[in-house]
């Protein structure tokens, strides 16, 4: 789902009797064990993502269907571009002070509008270089983008 505000995704993972998953959880899953830049390696496949001026199956100029792509190792699809997904975090330069059991960092600060929260993963506006596991942004809670949307964790 796209163009969603934070509290949105929020509210809709509670009425689905879910939650948003945390920022450690969303690179774990992305990840799928490895340790290197995309799941499937270090060097961008085309076949393996959405990304803008990318080539091969990725013919879409937005948001392919879900499942367009080939899932990570742990069968998980659309975790590299496609479309880039919020997660419970609130955001924060690094990771220093984060909670270290995996739990979400809801430490905030100021207006509750104002509070930024993590954005993971480049979407089909972003390049293949921005595609990165590692990658995340920030957006305010109240902000709907047409390339972002979030997914469901249960635990």
């Known amino acids: 789902m796209l163009w969603v505000t934070w ?6 993972a509670t009425w689905a ?6 920022e450690v959880e969303w690179e774990r899953a992305a990840r799928a064990g490895s340790t290197q830049r995309f799941p499937w390696g270090d060097k961008w496949v085309p076949a ?20 367009s792509f080939p899932a990570n190792a742990w069968g998980i699809h ?9 997660v419970q975090d609130v955001y924060h330069l690094s990771f220093g002070g984060a909670p270290r059991d995996g739990r979400p960092w809801e430490q905030e600060t100021g207006p509750i509008a104002e509070r930024r929260r993590v954005v993971r993963n480049g979407s089909f506006l972003d390049a293949p270089a921005r595609q990165r596991v590692s990658r995340r942004s920030s957006r305010k809670p109240t902000e709907a983008h ?10």
């Not at 393996?48 to 269907?65: L, R």
Request: charged content about 20%; overall charge negative.
């Open 17 to 22: 009797g879910k939650r948003l998953p945390t």
């Open 146 to 155: 047409h390339a972002i949307g979030f997914r469901c964790a249960a635990d």
């Open 78 to 86: 659309d975790l590299i571009g496609n479309a880039a997904e919020y």
């Open 7 to 12: 509290f949105q995704a929020r509210d809709y």
């Open 48 to 67: 393996k993502g959405n990304a803008m001026g990318a080539e091969g199956v990725d013919h879409w100029s937005a948001a392919a269907p879900v499942g």
